[in-house]
T-cell receptor
Protein backbone atom coordinates (compact mmCIF):
# COMPACT_ATOMS: atom_id res chain seq x y z
CA UNK A 1 0.00 0.00 0.00
CA UNK A 2 1.12 3.50 -0.73
CA UNK A 3 1.93 5.84 2.17
CA UNK A 4 2.87 9.50 2.47
CA UNK A 5 4.89 10.87 5.39
CA UNK A 6 5.32 14.47 6.45
CA UNK A 7 7.71 14.56 9.40
CA UNK A 8 7.38 18.27 10.22
CA UNK A 9 4.13 18.98 12.10
CA UNK A 10 4.96 22.70 12.25
CA UNK A 11 7.31 25.07 10.50
CA UNK A 12 7.82 28.81 10.72
CA UNK A 13 9.42 31.35 8.44
CA UNK A 14 9.94 35.07 8.40
CA UNK A 15 8.27 37.11 5.71
CA UNK A 16 10.38 37.30 2.50
CA UNK A 17 12.50 34.31 3.56
CA UNK A 18 12.56 30.82 2.06
CA UNK A 19 11.21 27.67 3.70
CA UNK A 20 11.25 24.01 2.65
CA UNK A 21 8.60 21.48 3.64
CA UNK A 22 9.52 17.80 3.52
CA UNK A 23 7.58 14.83 2.21
CA UNK A 24 8.51 11.21 1.62
CA UNK A 25 6.34 8.48 0.17
CA UNK A 26 6.39 4.79 -0.40
CA UNK A 27 5.15 3.04 -3.52
CA UNK A 28 6.04 0.15 -5.79
CA UNK A 29 4.55 1.93 -8.80
CA UNK A 30 6.77 3.56 -11.42
CA UNK A 31 4.20 6.02 -12.76
CA UNK A 32 2.30 8.27 -10.41
CA UNK A 33 1.57 11.88 -9.51
CA UNK A 34 2.58 13.94 -6.51
CA UNK A 35 0.85 17.05 -5.25
CA UNK A 36 1.15 19.78 -2.64
CA UNK A 37 -2.13 21.20 -1.36
CA UNK A 38 -2.65 24.25 0.83
CA UNK A 39 -5.49 24.35 3.35
CA UNK A 40 -6.26 27.78 4.81
CA UNK A 41 -8.72 28.24 7.70
CA UNK A 42 -11.56 28.16 5.17
CA UNK A 43 -10.84 24.38 4.98
CA UNK A 44 -10.92 24.26 1.20
CA UNK A 45 -7.97 22.36 -0.26
CA UNK A 46 -6.13 24.42 -2.88
CA UNK A 47 -3.70 22.82 -5.32
CA UNK A 48 -0.29 24.48 -5.06
CA UNK A 49 1.83 22.39 -7.39
CA UNK A 50 1.96 18.96 -9.02
CA UNK A 51 4.64 16.66 -10.37
CA UNK A 52 4.42 13.74 -12.76
CA UNK A 53 6.79 10.96 -11.76
CA UNK A 54 7.94 10.37 -15.34
CA UNK A 55 9.22 13.95 -15.60
CA UNK A 56 12.75 14.51 -14.36
CA UNK A 57 12.38 18.28 -14.34
CA UNK A 58 11.18 19.73 -11.05
CA UNK A 59 7.86 21.56 -11.22
CA UNK A 60 7.73 25.30 -10.53
CA UNK A 61 4.79 27.63 -10.01
CA UNK A 62 5.86 31.21 -9.34
CA UNK A 63 7.29 31.27 -5.78
CA UNK A 64 6.65 27.55 -5.27
CA UNK A 65 8.99 24.83 -6.48
CA UNK A 66 9.61 21.19 -5.68
CA UNK A 67 12.66 19.02 -5.28
CA UNK A 68 11.58 15.63 -6.63
CA UNK A 69 13.98 12.78 -5.92
CA UNK A 70 12.36 9.67 -7.40
CA UNK A 71 14.95 7.16 -6.25
CA UNK A 72 14.81 8.50 -2.71
CA UNK A 73 11.00 8.83 -2.88
CA UNK A 74 11.26 12.39 -1.65
CA UNK A 75 9.13 15.36 -2.71
CA UNK A 76 9.87 18.61 -0.87
CA UNK A 77 8.20 21.98 -1.38
CA UNK A 78 10.20 25.19 -1.39
CA UNK A 79 8.41 28.47 -0.84
CA UNK A 80 10.49 31.50 -1.79
CA UNK A 81 9.85 35.10 -0.71
CA UNK A 82 7.31 33.90 1.87
CA UNK A 83 4.22 36.04 2.33
CA UNK A 84 1.79 36.32 5.22
CA UNK A 85 -0.87 34.75 3.01
CA UNK A 86 1.20 31.58 2.73
CA UNK A 87 0.35 30.70 6.34
CA UNK A 88 -1.75 27.53 6.22
CA UNK A 89 -1.66 23.75 6.51
CA UNK A 90 0.25 22.12 3.67
CA UNK A 91 -0.45 18.55 2.62
CA UNK A 92 1.62 16.33 0.40
CA UNK A 93 -0.41 13.84 -1.64
CA UNK A 94 0.20 10.86 -3.90
CA UNK A 95 -1.96 9.42 -6.63
CA UNK A 96 -1.46 6.47 -8.91
CA UNK A 97 -1.43 7.14 -12.64
CA UNK A 98 -5.13 6.45 -13.16
CA UNK A 99 -7.07 9.66 -13.59
CA UNK A 100 -9.87 8.78 -11.23
CA UNK A 101 -7.82 7.19 -8.50
CA UNK A 102 -7.96 8.57 -4.98
CA UNK A 103 -5.43 10.88 -3.42
CA UNK A 104 -3.37 9.60 -0.48
CA UNK A 105 -2.41 12.38 1.90
CA UNK A 106 0.27 12.94 4.50
CA UNK A 107 -0.62 14.33 7.93
CA UNK A 108 0.27 17.89 7.00
CA UNK A 109 2.65 20.65 8.05
CA UNK A 110 1.37 23.83 9.66
CA UNK A 111 3.30 26.79 8.27
CA UNK A 112 3.46 30.03 10.23
CA UNK A 113 4.74 33.19 8.61
CA UNK A 114 6.05 35.97 10.84
CA UNK A 115 6.31 39.61 9.75
CA UNK B 1 -22.39 25.42 -9.88
CA UNK B 2 -19.10 27.27 -9.87
CA UNK B 3 -17.58 25.17 -7.11
CA UNK B 4 -18.18 22.14 -4.92
CA UNK B 5 -20.83 22.96 -2.35
CA UNK B 6 -21.17 21.13 0.96
CA UNK B 7 -23.89 21.43 3.54
CA UNK B 8 -24.23 21.98 6.35
CA UNK B 9 -21.01 23.85 7.03
CA UNK B 10 -21.12 22.82 10.67
CA UNK B 11 -23.17 20.17 12.43
CA UNK B 12 -23.42 19.38 16.13
CA UNK B 13 -25.23 16.18 16.97
CA UNK B 14 -25.82 14.02 20.00
CA UNK B 15 -24.14 10.66 20.29
CA UNK B 16 -26.34 7.95 18.84
CA UNK B 17 -28.17 10.18 16.35
CA UNK B 18 -27.97 9.76 12.57
CA UNK B 19 -26.57 12.55 10.38
CA UNK B 20 -26.60 13.26 6.66
CA UNK B 21 -23.91 15.32 4.95
CA UNK B 22 -24.49 16.65 1.47
CA UNK B 23 -22.10 17.31 -1.41
CA UNK B 24 -23.09 19.12 -4.59
CA UNK B 25 -20.25 18.70 -7.12
CA UNK B 26 -19.32 20.87 -10.05
CA UNK B 27 -21.78 20.35 -12.89
CA UNK B 28 -20.48 17.73 -15.30
CA UNK B 29 -17.91 16.26 -12.92
CA UNK B 30 -18.44 12.51 -13.05
CA UNK B 31 -16.03 11.52 -10.27
CA UNK B 32 -16.80 12.35 -6.65
CA UNK B 33 -14.76 11.59 -3.52
CA UNK B 34 -15.40 11.78 0.21
CA UNK B 35 -12.56 12.28 2.69
CA UNK B 36 -12.47 12.59 6.47
CA UNK B 37 -10.04 14.88 8.26
CA UNK B 38 -9.72 14.24 11.98
CA UNK B 39 -7.98 16.74 14.25
CA UNK B 40 -4.25 16.72 13.59
CA UNK B 41 -4.55 14.13 10.85
CA UNK B 42 -4.33 14.17 7.11
CA UNK B 43 -7.23 13.44 4.86
CA UNK B 44 -8.47 9.87 5.02
CA UNK B 45 -10.19 8.50 1.92
CA UNK B 46 -13.70 7.19 2.48
CA UNK B 47 -15.42 6.46 -0.85
CA UNK B 48 -15.24 7.22 -4.56
CA UNK B 49 -18.14 7.52 -7.00
CA UNK B 50 -18.02 7.30 -10.77
CA UNK B 51 -21.43 8.42 -11.88
CA UNK B 52 -23.88 6.81 -9.47
CA UNK B 53 -21.82 3.74 -8.71
CA UNK B 54 -19.10 3.38 -6.09
CA UNK B 55 -16.21 1.29 -7.43
CA UNK B 56 -14.11 2.02 -4.34
CA UNK B 57 -15.66 2.17 -0.90
CA UNK B 58 -12.67 0.69 0.85
CA UNK B 59 -12.22 3.64 3.21
CA UNK B 60 -15.60 3.51 4.94
CA UNK B 61 -14.61 2.81 8.57
CA UNK B 62 -17.65 0.78 9.61
CA UNK B 63 -21.10 -0.29 8.50
CA UNK B 64 -22.47 2.81 10.25
CA UNK B 65 -21.16 4.78 7.28
CA UNK B 66 -22.89 4.74 3.91
CA UNK B 67 -23.07 7.02 0.90
CA UNK B 68 -25.10 7.36 -2.23
CA UNK B 69 -25.09 9.50 -5.31
CA UNK B 70 -28.12 10.21 -7.44
CA UNK B 71 -28.45 11.54 -10.98
CA UNK B 72 -24.67 11.55 -11.29
CA UNK B 73 -24.71 14.69 -9.21
CA UNK B 74 -25.51 15.22 -5.52
CA UNK B 75 -24.04 12.81 -3.00
CA UNK B 76 -25.09 12.15 0.58
CA UNK B 77 -22.85 10.65 3.26
CA UNK B 78 -24.87 9.13 6.09
CA UNK B 79 -23.48 8.24 9.50
CA UNK B 80 -25.79 6.18 11.67
CA UNK B 81 -25.64 6.01 15.47
CA UNK B 82 -22.89 8.62 15.62
CA UNK B 83 -19.99 8.17 18.03
CA UNK B 84 -17.61 10.78 19.43
CA UNK B 85 -14.80 9.41 17.28
CA UNK B 86 -16.83 10.40 14.22
CA UNK B 87 -16.13 14.06 15.03
CA UNK B 88 -14.11 15.40 12.11
CA UNK B 89 -14.26 17.55 9.01
CA UNK B 90 -15.79 15.70 6.07
CA UNK B 91 -14.52 16.95 2.73
CA UNK B 92 -15.91 16.25 -0.69
CA UNK B 93 -14.09 16.62 -4.01
CA UNK B 94 -15.14 16.19 -7.62
CA UNK B 95 -13.30 15.85 -10.90
CA UNK B 96 -13.66 15.13 -14.60
CA UNK B 97 -12.72 11.53 -15.26
CA UNK B 98 -10.48 12.35 -18.16
CA UNK B 99 -8.37 14.93 -16.35
CA UNK B 100 -5.31 14.04 -14.37
CA UNK B 101 -5.33 16.93 -11.94
CA UNK B 102 -8.85 18.30 -11.95
CA UNK B 103 -9.82 17.75 -8.31
CA UNK B 104 -11.90 20.55 -6.81
CA UNK B 105 -12.59 20.39 -3.09
CA UNK B 106 -15.50 21.80 -1.12
CA UNK B 107 -15.08 23.60 2.18
CA UNK B 108 -16.24 20.61 4.17
CA UNK B 109 -18.68 19.89 6.95
CA UNK B 110 -17.35 20.05 10.49
CA UNK B 111 -19.17 17.36 12.46
CA UNK B 112 -19.10 17.48 16.25
CA UNK B 113 -20.62 14.60 18.20
CA UNK B 114 -21.39 15.47 21.82
Amino acid sequence: AQTVTQSQPEMSVQEAETVTLSCTYDTSESDYYLFWYKQPPSRQMILVIRQEAYKQQNATENRFSVNFQKAAKSFSLKISDSQLGDAAMYFCAYRRQYNTDKLIFGTGTRLQVFP
Amino acid sequence: GAGVSQSPSNKVTEKGKDVELRCDPISGHTALYWYRQSLGQGLEFLIYFQGNSAPDKSGLPSDRFSAERTGGSVSTLTIQRTQQEDSAVYLCASSLSDRAYGYTFGSGTRLTVV
